[in-house]
Nanobody, 121 residues
Framework: QVHLVESGGGSVQAGGSLKLSCVASGSTYCMGWFRHTPGHEREGLAFIWTGTTSTTYTDSVKGRFTISQDNGKNTVYLQMNSLKPEDTAMYYC?????????????????WGQGTQVTVSS
């Protein structure tokens, strides 16, 4: 069983930066980040194969966001730079025991409760 707790959300001005954290209990093969706003589909942002340097990013955040993990491999981060108002969303940490790099939310059985990110102009 995997339990995820994310934190680090808040309010920031456009062009600013924010760093999200996700602490995992239990063993994971993959960890990553999604975001969701009302009336829109949940959007996969970035994923990292646990214990590796392999990552993948969606086009909307590539070059601005960076996913990483700590040496103990139980915490994953999302460094968000050059934030835009359209980045405003609820951000969720997700994990899988078998699959990684999929943009489909249903491929990730484990989810955090979400942390709100608000970017003002």
């Amino acid at each position: 069983q995997v339990h995820l707790v994310e934190s680090g959300g808040g309010s920031v001005q456009a062009g600013g930066s924010l760093k999200l954290s996700c602490v995992a209990s239990g063993s994971t093969y993959c960890m990553g980040w999604f975001r969701h706003t009302p009336g829109h589909e949940r959007e996969g942002l970035a994923f990292i194969w646990t214990g590796t340097t392999s990552t993948t990013y969606t086009d909307s955040v590539k070059g601005r966001f960076t996913i990483s993990q700590d040496n103990g491999k139980n915490t994953v981060y999302l460094q968000m730079n050059s934030l835009k108002p359209e980045d405003t969303a609820m951000y969720y940490c997700a994990a899988s025991s078998h699959i990684c790099g999929s943009w489909y939310p249903g491929n990730y059985p484990y989810w955090g409760q979400g942390t709100q990110v608000t970017v003002s102009s």
